[in-house]
């Protein structure tokens, strides 16, 4: 195992790596393996179940946005900020009621200093308290680790060499390929009977593993062009320094095309189905991709592949036919999208089963009406078709299509922030209330979580599964646009409560990120990061976050929900990083960033 000396990185050190030559499952599906070393890996020692630190977001916070601290619990009832240009008292106030947060057996005070919005840096000071909290205010404190976050898909592309202009210390050769791919016997047809050689490069390594999972990369690619689609004048000139960068095209859009050319490759042209992903039968070793050369099928066609392809598709559809160079490309998107739904309705209940000879990721998925009211919503949007915006209605009715926190198998919410992003001119008023009275309903319940928190965070114990930081994460994407709806704060302070949290303001004491605050991942389970040379992980990738399963059998400090998080390779249940994860940390910093 490589041996991680350094503790902490500064996001001013990687966001300067990161720009050198720029001026001159999930997750939650079980879908890595740990393949352990043959040495078991350092364990450390059970800590205390709580910390005396001041949690705050270790980036800073936006001038106008809610401030809130945790405090651990002390005698004191009030708190001051010191400018520590001049070591002056630029504000005092009270701290809240100690309240124990259950799923950290944690009690605390909170402390709100949201009306300091002058920019700077302070120190945030409690009696009985022995080490202050540096806290940042400043309207850029999100930029670094947005553009980070979003560059982690360059980090993890596949079929592509990484060159040291772009990458930095992390470049590498290119990695699988993929133009010999076999059929596997689990999808083979008349049309392309099993060993059938097919081609399908590029896409995006889907998290420490080196497959490719579709509906995996649905929600993440729909996620990334959300972000576009909804801020669009930020990523106009935003400048991330890949390959693509300088061109007239944004970054982003170039970036999840990437990932759509191998998607498209995933659809069966005889027939419009959608093989379920591209993979090797077992798990990789712990090596770099360039050395990972076994053989790489692609495995069995089904329902949800194959909504999800049409849903992606025809959101890309839509978004790059503004583009001038890519407008031939939006007709195939939209073509590809139209055969997968006919596909998905002859074929409606086809769930994927697991070969027995294949051990990889599975992410299995028995109910599809979600997939199909989201693939319907982007169609019709797409379209305006009216079979589509039948069927949406149709799937929106039943309690299996609601809103709820999104996540690869729970993809309902998508089509509800499209329908309700890009719709309202095209549907009734009628209905249009009616679908954004059931999204609010959501960002109701979630603000609601967030009033009654302890730590000022909308996290309850059944949100502490494998990829926890994505359930804070995709609720501040359903917050932020529910806020963009209404205008209505709450939302947004809830939001910020939720990044806050994934940024440092949560028991652990972790910013998540990789390379971004004072305490953050250094041993994350992600096989480049561990097979390269270099101490520090890729950065901006965002740690899967602390879950009490404990899958991987490691050591853990504690069993708590909030607590049960091991920064090691090991720890694949709480340590790895998807892009599924990534995606809704790009998309809240972009809305926090533009909404400040």
Same mark, same amino acid.
Not at 323 to 347: G, H, L, M, R
């Given at each position: 195992?490589?041996?991680?000396?350094?503790?902490? +990185?500064?996001?001013?050190? =990687?966001?300067?790596?990161?720009?050198?030559?720029?001026?001159?499952?999930?997750?939650?599906?079980?879908?890595?393996?740990?393949? +352990?070393?043959?040495?078991?890996?350092?364990?450390?020692?059970?800590?205390?179940?709580?910390?005396?630190?001041?949690?705050?977001?270790?980036?800073?916070?936006?001038?106008?946005?809610?401030?809130?601290?945790?405090?651990?619990?002390?005698?004191?009832? /009030?708190?001051?900020?010191?400018?520590?240009?001049?070591?002056?008292?630029? +504000?005092?106030?009270?701290?809240?009621?100690?309240?124990?947060?259950?799923?950290?057996?944690?009690?605390?005070?909170?402390?709100?200093?949201?009306?300091?919005?002058?920019?700077?840096?302070?120190?945030?000071?409690?009696?009985?308290?022995?080490?202050?909290?540096?806290?940042?205010?400043?309207?850029?404190?999100?930029?670094?680790?947005?553009?980070?976050?979003?560059? %982690?898909?360059?980090?993890?592309?596949?079929?592509? *060499?990484?060159?040291?202009?772009?990458?930095?210390?992390?470049?590498?050769?290119?990695?699988?390929?993929?133009?010999?791919?076999?059929?596997?016997?689990? %999808? !083979?047809?008349?049309?392309?009977?099993?060993?059938?050689?097919?081609?399908?490069?590029?896409?995006?390594?889907?998290?420490?593993?080196?497959?490719?999972? #579709?509906?995996?990369?649905?929600?993440?690619?729909?996620?990334?062009?959300? !972000?576009?689609?909804?801020?669009?004048?930020?990523?106009?000139?935003?400048?991330?320094?890949?390959?693509?960068?300088?061109?007239?095209?944004?970054?982003?859009?170039?970036?999840?095309?990437?990932?759509?050319?191998? +998607?498209?490759?995933?659809?069966?042209?005889?027939?419009?189905?959608?093989?379920?992903?591209?993979?090797?039968? /077992?798990?990789?070793?712990?090596?770099?991709?360039?050395?990972?050369?076994?053989?790489?099928?692609?495995?069995?066609?089904?329902?949800?592949?194959?909504?999800?392809?049409?849903?992606?598709?025809?959101?890309?559809?839509? #978004?790059?036919?503004?583009?001038?160079?890519?407008?031939?490309?939006?007709?195939?998107?939209?073509?590809?999208?139209?055969? *997968?739904?006919?596909?998905?309705?002859?074929?409606?209940?086809?769930?994927? /089963?697991?070969? $027995?000879?294949?051990?990889?990721?599975?992410?299995?998925?028995?109910?599809?009406?979600?997939?199909?009211?989201?693939? *319907?919503?982007?169609?019709?949007?797409?379209?305006?078709?009216?079979?589509?915006?039948?069927?949406?209605?149709?799937?929106?009715?039943?309690?299996? %299509?609601?809103?709820?926190?999104?996540?690869?198998?729970?993809?309902?919410?998508?089509?509800?922030?499209?329908?309700?992003?890009?719709?309202?001119?095209? #549907?009734?008023?009628?209905?249009?209330?009616?679908?954004?009275?059931?999204?609010?309903?959501?960002?109701?319940? #979630? =603000?609601?979580?967030?009033?009654?928190?302890?730590?000022?965070?909308?996290?309850?114990?059944?949100?502490?599964?494998?990829?926890?930081?994505?359930?804070?994460?995709?609720?501040?994407?359903?917050?932020?646009?529910?806020?963009?709806?209404?205008? /209505?704060?709450?939302?947004?302070?809830?939001? =910020?409560?939720?990044?806050?949290?994934?940024?440092?303001?949560?028991?652990?004491?972790?910013?998540?990120?990789?390379?971004?605050? $004072?305490?953050?991942?250094?041993?994350?389970?992600?096989?480049?990061?561990?097979?390269?040379?270099?101490?520090?992980?890729?950065?901006?990738?965002?740690?899967?976050?602390?879950?009490?399963?404990?899958?991987?059998?490691?050591?853990?400090?504690?069993?708590?929900?909030?607590?049960?998080?091991?920064?090691?390779?090991?720890?694949?249940?709480?340590?790895?990083?998807?892009?599924?994860?990534?995606?809704?940390?790009?998309?809240?910093?972009?809305?926090?960033?533009?909404?400040?």
């Amino acid at each position: 195992m490589k041996t991680v000396f350094k503790q902490t +990185m500064t996001s001013m050190v =990687v966001a300067s790596a990161l720009l050198i030559g720029a001026c001159g499952s999930g997750g939650g599906a079980g879908n890595s393996s740990p393949d +352990m070393p043959t040495t078991p890996p350092p364990q450390p020692a059970p800590s205390p179940e709580t910390s005396e630190l001041i949690k705050v977001n270790q980036l800073g916070f936006l001038p106008d946005s809610v401030k809130e601290a945790v405090i651990p619990a002390t005698n004191s009832t /009030n708190f001051e900020l010191v400018d520590m240009s001049t070591n002056t008292v630029v +504000m005092s106030g009270d701290l809240a009621v100690e309240r124990t947060w259950s799923v950290a057996n944690d009690t605390v005070q909170l402390a709100d200093f949201s009306s300091l919005t002058t920019p700077g840096e302070y120190a945030l000071r409690v009696a009985g308290v022995e080490t202050d909290a540096t806290v940042v205010i400043g309207s850029d404190v999100f930029l670094s680790a947005h553009d980070a976050a979003l560059k %982690a898909y360059y980090f993890n592309r596949a079929s592509f *060499a990484l060159d040291g202009a772009y990458a930095a210390d992390w470049a590498r050769p290119a990695g699988h390929p993929d133009t010999n791919v076999l059929v596997h016997s689990s %999808a !083979a047809d008349a049309n392309r009977p099993e060993g059938t050689v097919i081609s399908a490069p590029k896409g995006w390594y889907d998290a420490g593993d080196y497959n490719k999972y #579709i509906v995996n990369s649905g929600i993440s690619t729909y996620t990334l062009m959300a !972000a576009y689609e909804h801020f669009t004048s930020f990523y106009q000139n935003r400048d991330v320094n890949i390959p693509e960068s300088g061109n007239s095209i944004p970054d982003i859009l170039e970036e999840i095309k990437w990932n759509l050319d191998w +998607m498209m490759a995933m659809q069966d042209p005889n027939d419009g189905g959608v093989y379920h992903k591209l993979t090797t039968l /077992n798990f990789s070793g712990t090596q770099m991709p360039h050395l990972s050369t076994a053989q790489r099928y692609v495995v069995q066609k089904g329902t949800s592949a194959a909504l999800n392809f049409a849903a992606v598709m025809a959101s890309a559809s839509r #978004i790059y036919a503004d583009i001038p160079e890519y407008q031939s490309v939006a007709q195939s998107y939209q073509s590809a999208a139209e055969s *997968a739904w006919t596909w998905a309705q002859s074929n409606p209940n086809v769930a994927y /089963n697991q070969p $027995s000879d294949v051990s990889t990721g599975e992410y299995g998925d028995g109910n599809f009406d979600d997939e199909r009211l989201w693939a *319907a919503a982007e169609l019709f949007l797409l379209t305006q078709d009216q079979q589509y915006l039948t069927s949406f209605k149709a799937m929106s009715s039943r309690q299996s %299509a609601q809103p709820n926190t999104p996540a690869w198998p729970e993809t309902a919410t998508l089509g509800y922030i499209s329908m309700l992003s890009a719709g309202k001119m095209l #549907i009734e008023q009628s209905d249009f209330n009616t679908f954004q009275a059931s999204y609010i309903a959501l960002a109701d319940s #979630i =603000v609601a979580q967030y009033e009654t928190s302890a730590y000022g965070v909308a996290m309850q114990e059944e949100d502490f599964v494998w990829g926890s930081n994505a359930v804070a994460l995709n609720k501040s994407m359903v917050l932020l646009f529910a806020y963009e709806l209404s205008d /209505n704060m709450a939302y947004k302070n809830a939001a =910020v409560g939720l990044v806050d949290y994934v940024l440092g303001r949560n028991p652990t004491d972790y910013s998540f990120m990789t390379g971004f605050g $004072s305490k953050t991942p250094m041993d994350i389970h992600h096989r480049p990061s561990f097979a390269d040379t270099v101490s520090e992980p890729v950065p901006g990738f965002v740690a899967g976050g602390p879950q009490p399963g404990q899958q991987d059998n490691c050591n853990y400090p504690s069993p708590l929900p909030a607590l049960s998080y091991l920064d090691d390779w090991c720890s694949y249940s709480t340590n790895e990083v998807t892009i599924n994860w990534n995606a809704p940390m790009v998309y809240s910093l972009a809305a926090l960033h533009t909404g400040q």
